[in-house]
């Protein structure tokens, strides 16, 4: 068993051409089914491995990858670092039998020549065609000349066509007596611009290719029928019960029939991790967001992904259930592994559509959010908070933005909505406590000088631009006050992995109030608040200044003077309490004696002892703990140093398919 999850061929400068990087693709692939042992290559530049070693990268990027044939994981890497020219050949497993490392290091001195006349493609090519020639046999009188080097080209010439195939003989001889210089080199590039011809089917005819040509485009899925729609493949095409693979899956991976179940479950929980009303409740979502997106969204759990990475498994689970909506089988699986030592989850998408808008960027976005669920065993929530992001990545194109914010404003039809909190939490980053004690402050700031005082807080400001993310939010949301819907809106921007930063929006009376220097100081002392990441006092103190503008037309100007202002309010306050209180002892009548009043007093001290304890209110916070950062990358683009993500991979079948993964 080996796994096909990522290119065996990548170059993170992007300069491969996608036909390059899946010829190179299916030589290595080639090589494997030949050889019993893996072959990946992988060309970088020096900043992608900054403070680790090309060895350290070769055995981090051929382990993360799930790459290697059998169960000793047995094959080879290359890595070639562009900037210095730097190439290294490791061999791992049993793999370090079948060559020996001075012929390794010998190949990794000699296919840099093919750079200069063939690109990116050319050193990469030519180290598979090194080590398929050494391991045929036609590559064994390496460091020779002479007789011993025509016999190992006359036997290259045997095992790829000999002297019928134009230039292949006498390039392979040059590579299998190991000669050097400059003849040698241009010999070895002709070779190492031929690709199988693309109708194939095992023909070992080759075609060479002009210098610069690109190899002709392939397809993975020549073998795979497509049943009629409501058909599904035989049972008998499936390993059944009793295998070490799930009952699920295929027998022959290269031509299982794919097929569209439109019946079958959105939500297989084999791990057992949701409550029968959560897996009810996700299901219902599914099928309504399948409807109105044309789009498929599957959730799997297991206890095990059978010997297989969890980018395969996800991959697969997708391909032979039938998942997937029209020809290019759009959908996303979201896949969980509970397996104790292998705990994670991959998001496998499917179709153009949606591994277009599956950027690494919106992957680690969304993978922070899950992370924070998936670590406090949230999981019922925090997979329905997945299902969520995804729909609005969907319909906006971010996870974070809601359909509103696509609305214009030239075409909307602005309304009051009494009923709309005034408080709103998306963030998730208050209590339930601390919304309503601001709820009620907002409230009564608004009813004091008749302006609608919001207060929302979110992660990220989406598709919009943050100056006018609350303007926006007021406008479409039914927020105002009369005709013109006076109103004043602190917007808490709060990131994963960020304190936050915070913007202050106003319309009709609220913004007559609102220069640019209150607003400068409304929001300077609320983000320096937020910055500590204590977000409710935050939100209170902007209540408080918002109030002082709103009766004097002017924010303090600092926390002194805040608290300056505060104090003379609390003077006055005392003033007219003492009055107050004075005027009501008058009337007040003899208090009878009550026995052991004192009984929460210490004698002789000034300590208060506790009698009891009466619980008020209940609130749980959540607070959110960044995941470790990753140090290397995988799956075809480098990695943010959260997720790991592939933006283009395939799957057992042949389909191409793009995702993310992480721990937990």
């Known amino acids: 068993m080996y796994s096909k999850d990522y290119y065996r061929a990548v170059d993170t400068s992007g300069q491969l051409s996608d036909s390059e990087q899946q010829a190179l693709d299916r030589h290595c692939i080639e090589f494997m089914e030949a050889n019993h042992a ?11 491995y900054k403070g680790a070693t090309l060895s350290e990268l070769a055995r981090g990027y051929y382990e993360d ?44 001195e000699e296919v840099t020549k093919f750079r200069e006349n063939y690109g990116i493609y050319g050193p990469l090519y030519a180290s598979t065609r090194y080590l398929s020639n050494y391991l045929s046999g036609s590559g064994s009188s390496f460091g020779s000349s002479g007789a011993d080097g025509a016999a190992g080209g006359e036997a290259a010439d045997a095992e790829t066509g000999g002297k019928g195939s134009g230039n292949t003989s006498d390039s392979n001889a040059a590579v299998a007596a190991g000669q050097s210089g400059e003849e040698t080199a241009q010999a070895a590039a002709a070779d190492a611009r031929q690709v199988r011809s693309a109708d194939g089917e095992g023909s070992d005819d080759l075609q060479l290719l002009s210098p610069g040509e690109a190899p002709e485009e392939f397809s993975l899925e020549a073998d795979h029928e497509i049943l009629p729609d409501g058909q599904k493949p035989d049972a008998s095409l499936r390993v059944g019960e009793g295998s070490d693979m799930p009952a699920w899956y295929p027998k022959d991976t290269n031509t299982f029939p794919f097929y569209h179940d439109a019946d079958a479950p959105r939500v297989v929980d084999q791990a057992d991790i949701f409550t029968d009303e959560e897996e009810a409740q996700m299901e219902e979502r599914l099928a309504q967001l ?3 997106l044309a789009k498929d969204i599957v959730i799997f759990t297991d206890l095990s992904t059978h010997g297989l990475s969890h980018t395969a498994y996800a991959d697969d689970f997708f391909d032979y259930n039938g998942y997937g909506i029209g020809e290019d089988f759009e959908g996303v699986c979201l896949m969980v592994c509970m397996d104790p030592d292998d705990r994670g989850w991959w998001t496998s998408c499917s179709g153009p559509v949606t591994m277009g808008l599956y950027t690494e960027t919106v992957a680690n976005q969304i993978d922070d959010l899950l992370y924070e669920y998936m670590v406090a065993g949230d999981y019922g929530e925090g997979v329905a908070d997945w299902i969520e992001n995804f729909r609005r990545l969907y319909t906006t194109g971010s996870p974070y933005s809601e359909e509103w ?3 214009s404003k030239d075409s909307f039809a602005r309304f009051h909505d009494e009923s709309a909190p005034r408080v709103i939490d998306d963030a998730n980053i208050l209590t339930t406590g601390e919304i309503e004690q601001l709820t009620a402050k907002a409230a009564s700031l608004a009813e004091k000088y008749d302006v ?20 926006l939010f007021c406008y479409f949301n039914g927020y105002g006050y009369g005709d013109n819907y006076d109103s004043i809106c602190l917007t808490i921007f709060k990131r994963p992995n960020y304190s936050g930063e915070v913007k202050v929006n106003a319309s009709g009376k609220g913004l007559d109030k609102l220069s640019d220097v209150n607003r400068s100081r409304l929001e300077g002392r609320c983000e320096n608040i937020v910055l500590g990441r204590d977000y409710y006092t935050a939100a209170d103190q902007w209540l408080d200044q918002t109030g002082h503008m709103l009766r004097t037309g002017r924010a303090p100007r600092s926390a002194i003077s805040w608290h300056f202002f505060t104090a003379i309010e609390f003077l006055i306050g005392i003033i007219f ?11 007040m009548a003899t208090p009878e004696i009550r026995e052991n009043a004192d009984a929460y007093l210490v004698p002789g001290s000034l300590h208060v002892r506790k009698v009891a304890d009466d619980l008020v209110d209940k609130t749980v916070s959540r607070t959110y703990s960044p995941p470790p950062k990753e140090t290397r990358s995988s799956g075809g683009s480098s990695s943010s140093g959260r997720s790991s993500y592939s933006s283009s991979h395939h799957s057992s079948s042949g389909r191409t398919h793009s995702g993310s993964g992480r721990r937990f």
Not at 582 to 587: D, W
């Open 452 to 471: 609608d005082v919001v207060v929302h807080t979110v992660l990220n400001e989406g598709i919009l631009d943050r100056d006018e993310y609350g303007d």
């Open 577 to 587: 309490g003492g009055v107050s209180l004075s005027r009501a002892k008058a009337r």
């Open 65 to 108: 990858c799930g790459f290697g044939y059998g169960p000793g994981k047995d094959g080879f890497q290359v890595v070639w670092d562009m900037d210095t020219d730097e190439v290294l050949i490791e061999a791992y497993g049993s793999a370090q039998d079948l060559i020996p490392q001075d012929y390794l290091n010998h190949v990794a």
């Open 405 to 407: 914010a696509l609305l």
């Open 290 to 292: 399948r409807g109105q």
């Open 38 to 48: 893996d072959l990946s290559l992988l060309a970088v530049t020096s900043d992608v």
